[in-house]
């Protein structure tokens, strides 16, 4: 039988997670990936905190999920080895960073250099780096008196919140908004702008 070009069906780029809290980014990318709005699978999430919402989901999910932090692995290294050595076994091939508030070990940066990404809840490079998590983004930003902030996504160097940002969308700062409320606008944006960005890179209309 022969097959018609279109009938063949690009692979789907496999998916690992590092993620530290609640993980409701990640799960907008799993649940995208189960829609087919994405052309991707999610095959292992790695968390550096035993008790991270996000690696309930990932199980409930039938996803493999870990727990791999200083707390399992004492020394720095072996940590990088073994977080490097999961991901390499689930044959990972992009590294999605979803609320994970941990430095990327050198091994790890090595071996996925161009293929980390990360979602920052701010127009970067305003109001990223370092103690630039949480909350703590949005009341900066209510505090510059800025009129928008926004969602940026972006590649991985071994930096906080730097490498070449691939997308970026505003959202309005309102008058009345206090750092929860203004976190809440930003993050139904995060959820639509992680999953749109990735398909973009995949389909080849945003090149790395
Ligand atoms: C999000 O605001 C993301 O932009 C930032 O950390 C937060 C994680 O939230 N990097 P969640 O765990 O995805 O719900």
Known sequence: MKIRPEEIK????????LVSGRGSNMLAIIDNC????LNAEPVVVI??????????????AG????HLSINTHADS?????????TLKSHEVDWLILAGYMKKIGPRLLGEFRSKIFNIHPSLLPRHGGQGMYGLHVHEAVLASGESE????????????D????????KV???????????AARVLKLEHELYSETLQRVIDGKISL
Do not use: C, W
């Open 10 to 17: 690009p692979k789907k780029i496999r998916f690992g997670f």
């Open 34 to 37: 189960k829609a087919g709005k």
């Open 47 to 60: 968390s550096n905190n035993a008790d991270a919402g996000a690696l309930e989901y990932a199980r409930e």
């Open 63 to 66: 996803i493999p999920a870990f």
């Open 77 to 85: 290294s072996r940590l990088d080895d073994e977080i490097t050595n």
């Open 149 to 160: 902030t926004g969602v940026t996504i972006h590649m991985v160097d071994g930096e906080y």
């Open 162 to 169: 730097q490498g070449k940002i691939l997308a970026q969308e």
């Open 172 to 182: 309005s700062v309102e008058v009345d908004d206090d750092p929860a409320t203004l």
